[in-house]
């Protein structure tokens, strides 16, 4: 006869192995390796403390190797339930290839505006197949204690802003800006993009070049790459062949004064930088002007057609829409704002300074993002290079304007005659 | 009388040939197929005949870059060929010299490097040519010569110099212990023989050694082409896949990565990646086979 003891135990045994038959379980895939212990520590447990049924692993890749390898696992029939999306193009071609699922009549998507909604879905915006998560937005970070030191105010025109940079670079050995060109994608990422919307007028300037109204040889474009050949005075030396991290360092470390920089940066520069800084706006043209800010949307989730649990799939995503994600998202991840509707109160300063910027300005993304990208040559690399090159002096701005735009029209109709 | 069929032949030669078949002939043969087909947006594969070639060759914006990374490889090669190879048969002749102290230690030294990781490599060279935290600026200094510092990494003058003199740094131990085994098989009796002659030693040098160890220098050249036109890691390292600044340090593959994986929003294409490899294996099959027929069957060979 069995013991009690080991009756009971068996008990339990089956009891758990019922229970792991019945729980269902969700994957995750990811570019953001770097989240990887939040998602298991605060955001996974948050979840299971309302569907405790749900089991969810976050399986992330590096961000290079995300596109190609997801690609490889979905044809293969083996990725993940749920997939982070990357904005517009990449997952819209994922959609169109029947490897994300059509999300129409998920109530979470209600939470959301049609501008957050937009880079996930189909052109005539119709369809959905990515719920929007968060977005990051493009400024400058400045240290304070240096502009303390010398007396100076965060600029919010052009002229102050060149006023700034004349004085760090003439009266202290401070480096005006850290930046480098050696990476290339910060001189469109956080410089181009981050500084243009000013110019061309931030959404009216972008949609203006996809119906074929502009070109790239129009003056606001041109103006946002003059804007930047007068910046290769106060990048300190060298800075052709400094990496990305390079520049982290520089700043961090208060040998800066000023970092053009992304939301994202903000909590590296919590746990590195040892002086407060603050964040400003990118300047603009004159006093008075109204304000854009690139308010990008990066990140979205949407489900695997072949998942074998697609009702857990969509109860997690309908929670991505709740409340209580934007809150833990948003004060978490710092730097990554939550694009639903629901009010947040943002905790980090610099992070809360920059999320304020929505209220003061007018929202854009990143100029290319949407429909310019999909032709060959690639826009996004074209733009990286030749920003770089304007940082580097070693072409004009309207060179880098008539390469660009040489390229794009190449493949692109419709185009102004 | 019939003679029993070899067994133990196919026996002896599967392994090998089952090995290299499964990973190196069939991935080859599988590629040079897969660039004769296309996929369209819906993700279906279809038989294109040479339209991928056509585009790569003919189409403005594919044969620009093609033809940039070809060049650039080119020139990556030629770097090599001029200052790897005899900066090795230098150093493998000094090595060679008799009652050399310290040889043992200079040749481990020198051969280092060739055993790092190329990542690792590249990590450490670009920290030492940083502008902002690298030593070589202040060395420069030391000597007098700081005035001739640049950021050489990030100008599109000297960056692609500046990356194949890295590549030289680090694989200069291989044609030196190539050439330098060959250089000891030679036969003391035939250098004491042209000692006894009267042979001044570079006479020697020019005129035994050299002739002797000429097959050896052939392999050299051609290993130094076909891993040249073949890597990928340096670059990738230290520029990344888009090999900055515009493409000035762009070389086979990185152009090869960028087309079959993608890279950020441009999608990979892996029949395009395909026929952008088979390019590459052209190029690497006509320059070995030029070799064989032009210089390899020319070269006298003694028998020592």
Not at chain 1, 232 to 241: F, I, K, Q
Not at chain 1, 247 to 260: M, V
Not at chain 1, 364 to 370: D, E, G, S, V, W
């Amino acid at each position: 006869m069995l013991s009690p003891k080991p009756a009971l135990s068996l008990t339990a045994a089956i009891l758990t192995l019922s229970l792991a038959a019945e729980a269902q379980t969700l994957s995750i895939e990811s570019w953001r390796v770097d989240d990887k212990d939040l998602w298991e520590d605060v955001l996974i447990p948050a979840f299971n403390q309302q569907h405790p049924d749900i089991e969810i692993s976050f399986n992330p890749t590096s961000p290079t190797e995300y596109d190609s390898s997801l690609n490889a696992r979905m044809q293969a029939g083996t990725a993940g339930d749920l997939v982070i999306c990357r904005p517009f193009d990449v997952s819209l071609n994922l959609y169109r290839q029947g490897h994300l699922m059509n999300l129409s009549g998920l109530p979470g998507l209600d939470h959301y505006q049609d501008f957050a909604k937009r880079a996930w879905s189909t052109d005539d915006g119709a369809t959905s197949f990515c719920l929007p998560m968060a977005s990051v937005i493009h400024g400058f970070f400045y240290n304070k204690d240096i502009f303390n030191e010398l007396n100076l105010e965060p600029p919010h025109t052009l002229d102050e802003f060149h006023d700034v940079l004349e004085t760090v670079k003439s009266e202290s050995r401070y480096t005006p800006i850290a930046l480098g060109t050696n990476d290339q994608w910060e001189a469109n990422q956080i410089v181009f993009t981050n500084i243009g919307p000013n110019f061309w007028q931030g959404e009216a300037g972008r949609l203006a070049l996809i119906s074929g109204d502009a070109t790239f040889t129009d003056a606001p474009y041109v103006a946002a790459w003059e804007e930047m050949a007068r910046w290769s005075d106060y990048m300190g030396r060298g800075y052709p062949a400094q990496t990305y991290g390079d520049s982290q360092n520089l700043f961090a470390l208060g040998r800066a004064a000023i970092y053009p920089t992304g939301s994202w940066d903000t909590s590296y520069f919590n746990d590195q930088a040892s002086f407060e800084f603050g964040a400003f706006k990118p300047p603009v043209p004159a006093a008075g002007d109204s304000c854009y800010i690139s308010d990008h949307t990066d990140m979205g989730i949407g489900i695997n057609p072949n998942s074998d649990n697609p009702e857990a799939a969509k109860a997690f995503l309908n929670w991505v829409a709740s409340a209580d994600f934007a809150d833990l998202f948003t004060n978490e991840v710092t730097g990554f704002f939550s694009l639903s509707n629901h009010p947040v109160d943002v905790n980090d300063p610099v992070a809360a300074e920059m999320i304020g910027w929505r209220d003061q300005c007018d929202s854009t993304i990143r100029l290319n993002a949407q429909v310019m990208n999909r032709g060959t040559p690639n826009m996004e690399q074209e733009l990286w290079i030749v920003s770089s090159q304007v940082l580097n002096g070693e072409i004009t701005p309207q060179d880098a304007a008539e390469r660009i735009q040489a390229g794009f029209a190449q493949w692109y109709e419709p185009q102004p005659d | 009388m019939q003679r029993a069929f070899p067994w133990h032949l196919i026996f002896f030669l599967a392994p090998a040939v089952l090995i290299y078949t499964v990973f190196s002939a069939y991935p080859l043969f599988d590629t040079l197929r897969l660039s004769f087909f296309t996929d369209s947006d819906s993700g279906e594969r279809s038989f294109s005949g040479l339209s991928n070639f056509a585009t790569l060759l003919g189409n403005a914006v594919w044969s620009g870059a093609f033809w940039n990374a070809m060049w650039n490889n080119t020139q990556f090669f030629l770097i090599h060929l001029l200052v790897q190879n005899p900066i090795g048969l230098g150093l493998a002749a000094l090595l060679s010299l008799k009652g050399l102290s310290g040889a043992r230690t200079y040749r481990t030294l020198i051969f280092l490097p060739t055993l790092l990781s190329v990542v690792i490599i590249g990590f450490i060279w670009q920290l030492i040519l940083s502008p902002l935290w690298g030593v070589s600026e202040n060395f420069l200094y030391a000597l007098g010569l700081g005035q001739f510092f640049d950021a050489w990494l990030g100008k599109e003058s000297s960056a692609l110099i500046t990356l194949s003199l890295i590549s030289v740094w680090q694989f200069i131990g291989i044609p030196m212990m190539l050439i330098y085994a060959s250089l000891l098989s030679i036969p003391d009796e035939l250098l004491e023989a042209a000692k006894v002659d009267g042979a001044s030693p570079l006479r020697i040098f020019w005129r035994i050694k050299i002739p002797l160890i000429l097959p050896t220098l052939g392999l050299v050249t051609i290993l130094t082409f076909v891993g040249n036109f073949n890597t990928f890691e340096l670059v990738y390292a230290v520029k990344g896949a888009l090999a900055g600044p515009d493409y000035s340090t762009d070389i086979m593959g990185t152009f090869f990565y960028r087309t079959f994986f993608g890279y950020q929003s441009q999608l990979g294409s892996a029949t395009m990646g395909a026929t952008v490899a088979t390019m590459m294996f052209l190029v690497i099959l006509m320059g070995v086979m030029a070799y064989f027929y032009l210089i390899q069957r020319r070269l006298t060979r003694y028998q020592l």
